[in-house]
T-cell receptor
Framework: SQTIHQWPATLVQPVGSPLSLECTVE??????LYWYRQAAGRGLQLLFY??????ISSEVPQNLSASRPQDRQFILSSKKLLLSDSGFYLC??????????????FGAGSRLTVL | GQNIDQPTEMTATEGAIVQINCTYQ??????LFWYQQHAGEAPTFLSY??LDGLEEKGRFSSFLSRSKGYSYLLLKELQMKDSASYLC??????????WGAGTKLIIKP
């Protein structure tokens, strides 16, 4: 069966510090991978998605970046965090290809507080 | 622009029935999802509709009318564990998911 791991679960970082959130998927090959951010009272905001190693699409211009160094590994990074980067970050995977019926499976989430 | 509308919050009584509505305006349509999200946790898949009509899955049912840009999630025999946010999401013509802000459902004993 497929599983998705995301860490760390919680972190508190000072403004201007770097960030690295990691996500790995097991039990599937060539998944589509996603990073979302969820702010209180708002819908999920797609930050990045990837259809393969080294292939990253950015949806929102910001000081965050993503990388996919291995097929089932997806990393969200920042060189210098802003207060506005605080939020709940969710990694998700979906089956390969484009289909309306592709169900996303989410990691447990990472709660980031920037002070 | 693309838009998904859901009520922000609803309250219902344990054992009762509740209907959560979702209306959408998107560029194209390739399906509609409902996800459940407990506080502080990740969303989990509940249902998928792509054709008009009702899909039933145990205590949960989901309805879709594409001509009206409308869906609802029906929860029967409510239990305290159903207290959660319910997210509506539409797959647009580019196979991108457009998410609503979610409906927080509060169940009272």
């Amino acid at each position: 069966s497929q599983t998705i791991h995301q860490w760390p679960a919680t972190l508190v970082q000072p403004v201007g510090s770097p960030l690295s959130l990691e996500c790995t998927v097991e039990g599937t090959s060539n998944p589509n991978l996603y990073w979302y951010r969820q702010a209180a009272g708002r819908g999920l905001q797609l930050l990045f998605y990837s259809v393969g190693i080294g292939q990253i699409s950015s949806e929102v211009p910001q000081n965050l970046s993503a990388s996919r160094p291995q097929d089932r590994q997806f990393i969200l990074s920042s060189k210098k965090l802003l207060l506005s980067d605080s939020g709940f970050y969710l990694c998700a995977w979906g089956p390969t290809g484009h289909s309306g019926a592709n169900v996303l499976t989410f990691g447990a989430g990472s709660r980031l507080t920037v002070l | 622009g693309q838009n998904i509308d859901q009520p922000t919050e609803m309250t219902a009584t344990e054992g009762a029935i509740v209907q959560i509505n979702c209306t959408y305006q998107t560029s194209g349509f390739n399906g509609l999802f409902w996800y459940q999200q407990h506080a502080g946790e990740a969303p989990t898949f509940l249902s998928y509709n792509v054709l008009d009509g009702l899909e039933e899955k145990g205590r949960f049912s989901s309805f879709l009318s594409r001509s009206k840009g409308y869906s609802y999630l029906l929860l029967k025999e409510l239990q305290m564990k159903d207290s959660a946010s319910y997210l509506c999401a539409v797959v647009d013509s580019n196979y991108q998911l457009i998410w609503g802000a979610g409906t927080k459902l509060i169940i009272k004993p």
